[in-house]
């Protein structure tokens, strides 16, 4: 479960990165 958080955590980071949004937007990604 830790490592499917993590990879989780991970994709939303390279998310962010890939939409020049800050690395640590989880809410706008979720909002989104």
């Known amino acids: 479960r ?3 958080k993590i ?3 991970t994709v939303c980071v390279f ?3 890939v939409y020049n949004r800050p690395p640590l937007d989880l809410d706008g990604l979720i909002a989104a």
């Open 2 to 4: 830790l490592i499917r």
């Open 7 to 9: 990879l989780a955590h």
């Open 15 to 17: 998310l962010n990165l």
